[in-house]
């Protein structure tokens, strides 16, 4: 019988998802199947029940589903703990396995596919939500020299940076959190996080994760922001945002979201197949139309 795989989400018609994983299959000589879900806003845990009852090997999960896929999960990787949230579930004869690949995909995109290097680079995420919160661990296992988190709402960047309201994998990662920094961390490493009116310096790494993208609006930056050869990075793919305009008008240079979501994507596949694909001729593949 073929391994049936799914994303879950609501809306979904428009999921790339069944496409990336189909090339994934192909170029790795893997017999699966993997399609699109819609589940009910009010019956995401049945909706996955009844695909994992027919045989579902395991399931990809977008919006608004990662937080109830996160309770959902009997047993959580560490960056899923960290994030707060799932977007990976494996499913075995131990239950379900809730992971989440978004931090790595956004870090195999920008090391991999864009040649940045993270360590020793200061970094502004913009954001305070699930998208932000998902990418904070994997950012500072790469050793930035600081991680600074801006939000519209400042108490809501410095809620995601407090200490009693972090996990262990957090605390480990960061300096200015605890004297903990495991061997191969970067013990300069600082994270810190408050509104926009508190960003200060220049940046060589500007992610955006806030939602401003999909309204069309630009969060309030400051002129001089980008250091010499710094990258602007919208998680937001498909269309030129306000934001990567404002980056480019400032001698950035600019990266959307594409990336991400194929390399979350393969290790996504890594982690159910144990093999992993090559993403290159995927991003190639999506671009082309």
Not at 150 to 170: G, I, W, Y
Not at 173 to 180: E, N, Q, R, S, W
């Amino acid at each position: 019988m073929t391994d049936r795989y799914a994303v879950f989400g609501n809306p979904i018609a428009h999921s790339k998802s069944p496409r990336i994983h189909a090339a994934f299959a192909e170029q790795t000589g893997q017999t699966l199947t993997y399609e699109a879900i819609l589940a009910p806003l009010d019956g995401f845990a049945a909706a996955v029940a009844g695909f994992r009852d027919e045989g579902g090997r395991g399931a990809n999960v977008t919006v608004p589903f990662k937080e109830q896929a996160f309770a959902l999960s009997n047993r959580l990787s560490e960056r899923a703990q960290a994030a707060g949230a799932v977007n990976t579930l494996t499913f075995d004869a131990e239950g379900v396995l809730g992971d989440n690949t978004d931090g790595i995909g956004l870090v195999n995109d920008l090391a991999g596919n864009l040649g940045l290097e993270l360590a020793g680079k200061r970094i502004l995420l913009m954001g305070a939500g699930g998208a932000a919160r998902g990418v904070v661990l994997p950012l500072l296992e790469k050793a930035p020299s600081e991680l600074f988190i801006v939000n519209r709402t400042a108490a809501k960047a410095r809620e995601l940076v407090a200490p009693a309201s972090l996990p262990a994998s957090f605390n480990r990662a960061g300096k200015a959190l605890k004297d903990t920094v495991p061997s191969g961390h970067n013990a300069g490493a600082t994270l810190a996080a408050g509104g926009y009116a508190d960003i200060s310096g220049r940046f060589d790494l500007v992610i955006n994760a806030t939602a401003a993208s999909l309204a069309g609006d630009l969060p309030p930056l400051p002129s001089g922001l980008f250091a010499d050869g710094a990258l602007a990075y919208d998680m937001m793919y498909g269309k030129d945002t306000p934001f990567l305009a404002f980056a480019r008008s400032e001698g950035a240079r600019c990266a959307d979201g594409l990336g991400m979501l194929v390399e979350q994507a393969a290790a996504a596949f890594f982690l159910w197949r144990g093999v992993r694909p090559a993403t290159a001729p995927v991003i190639a593949l999506l671009r082309a139309g």
